[in-house]
Antibody, heavy 119, light 107 residues
Framework: EVQLLESGGGLVQPGGSLRLSCAAS????????MSWVRQAPGKGLEWVSA????????YYANSVKGRFTISRDNSENMLYLQMNSLRAEDTALYYC????????????WGQGTLVTVSS | DIQMTQSPSSLSASVGDRVTITCRAS??????LNWFQQKPGKAPELLIY???GLQSGVASRFSGSGSGTDFALTISSLQPEDYATYYC?????????FGQGTKVEIE
């Protein structure tokens, strides 16, 4: 059974940092590209970042480029999102999602971890 | 970035109704179009991939069609468990982009 379990969310002040984690199980983690997708309260879905299975290639939304860093540890089946210089508009539920084929056929999502940026 | 526009933004329908949601891309995405269902308080679930492929485990009353810039998600006979928000997403290019969502409510 595929499982994705996010953690690391919380309340942080503007300008602060947070590191999200996603523990994966039930599939061959190193074979799957992974993404982070966020959803602001009451709003739609926004893709944030993606990383290849081999950890060689990464992509970012313009809204987070230069502030967020995606990484993974295939030996531990873990996905990470380091978030720096956080802004109020980064407040959202952050989901990790696995790709079933290619980069963005997101065929399984975790339940999300909530990030709140507020003073 | 490719803009995805869904119609309508919300709709009310009864159990048993045939429901169609449309999605238009600002430029061609070939058939790289996916549909997701999201229920309140839950993560999105993939329903349809590559415009018309039915994801494993998804009920056959869901179907997708289209190519290029115009796509549709059809629920042939709406069931109580189908009340949710539906999103289209293009996976043709980076960044992948989502439609704004269509909320399907009980009439």
């Amino acid at each position: 059974e595929v499982q994705l379990l996010e953690s690391g969310g919380g309340l942080v002040q503007p300008g602060g940092s947070l590191r999200l984690s996603c523990a994966a199980s039930g599939f061959t983690f190193s074979n799957s590209a992974m993404s982070w997708v966020r959803q602001a309260p009451g709003k739609g879905l926004e893709w944030v970042s993606a990383i290849s299975g081999s950890d060689v290639t990464t992509y970012y939304a313009n809204s987070v480029k230069g502030r967020f860093t995606i990484s993974r540890d295939n030996s531990e089946n873990m996905l990470y999102l380091q978030m720096n210089s956080l802004r109020a508009e980064d407040t959202a539920l952050y989901y990790c999602a696995k790709s079933g084929s290619g980069w963005y056929r997101l065929d399984f999502w975790g339940q999300g971890t909530l990030v709140t940026v507020s003073s | 970035d490719i803009q995805m526009t869904q119609s309508p933004s919300s709709l009310s329908a009864s159990v048993g109704d045939r429901v169609t949601i449309t999605c238009r891309a600002s430029q061609s995405v070939s058939r790289y179009l996916n549909w997701f269902q999201q229920k309140p308080g839950k993560a999105p679930e993939l329903l349809i991939y590559l415009a018309s492929g039915l994801q494993s485990g998804v009920a056959s009353r869901f179907s997708g069609s289209g190519s290029g810039t115009d796509f549709a998600l059809t629920i042939s006979s709406l069931q109580p468990e189908d009340y949710a928000t539906y999103y289209c997403q293009q996976s043709y290019t980076t960044p992948p982009t989502f439609g704004q969502g269509t909320k399907v409510e009980i009439e």
